[in-house]
């Protein structure tokens, strides 16, 4: 009898711990990275000269800055775009699927990789334009703001919204003219 009772006793525990296992292993997760390239002219700037001599100089275009920002998603779905916060300063953007893994990036002879195979859903966060209405973040998220390069707020289907930011932007190396 008391051999049947251990073994039950143990059975119970091993269950127990099995089914905590895959409790935690369904848990949604959300992973964010992000990488910024700067766009640097192709022509250099030069003076333009008039009739008698006279030297004009030419004003600089400053480099664009490009960024690609991927959210590697979990058991979330529907996920909606709420706010993306770049160097404190508040952008509107488009949330769409990527189905081509891994994500490469061109680079001259070269191609970075910036998502690397994966089997959960990715996300490419698309950066349309700055947001000209000068929002101030709420109280809520107003120090990640001001102590983050990215700060990007999303929600589900049920109403749970996620903050999820990056202290430093990746930098890659500059692409030469566009």
Request: hydrophobic share 40%; glycine share 6%; net charge positive.
């Amino acid at each position: 009898m008391r051999k049947y009772l251990f073994t039950g006793i143990v059975a119970c525990v091993c269950m127990f711990f099995y089914a905590a296992a895959l409790g935690q292993s369904r848990t949604p997760s959300l992973k964010l990275t992000a990488f910024k390239r700067s766009i640097l002219n192709g022509v250099a700037p030069s003076s333009v000269i008039k009739v008698g001599d006279e030297e004009i100089p030419n004003s600089t275009i400053p480099p664009q800055t490009e960024y690609y920002i991927y959210l590697i998603a979990s058991r979330i779905s529907n996920l909606q775009l709420t706010q993306v916060w770049i160097q404190q300063e508040l952008y509107s953007a488009s949330l769409s699927r990527v189905t081509a893994k891994p994500v490469l990036l061109e680079n001259g002879k070269f191609s970075d990789t910036l998502v690397h195979f994966t089997k959960e859903a990715l996300w490419q966060i698309k950066i349309a334009e700055k947001n000209m209405t000068g929002t101030q973040p709420k109280r809520g998220i107003a120090k990640q703001v001001s102590s983050n390069e990215l700060v990007l707020r999303l929600s589900d289907k049920k109403g749970t919204v996620y903050t999820r930011i990056i202290k430093n932007i990746t930098q890659l190396s500059p692409l030469a003219g566009k």
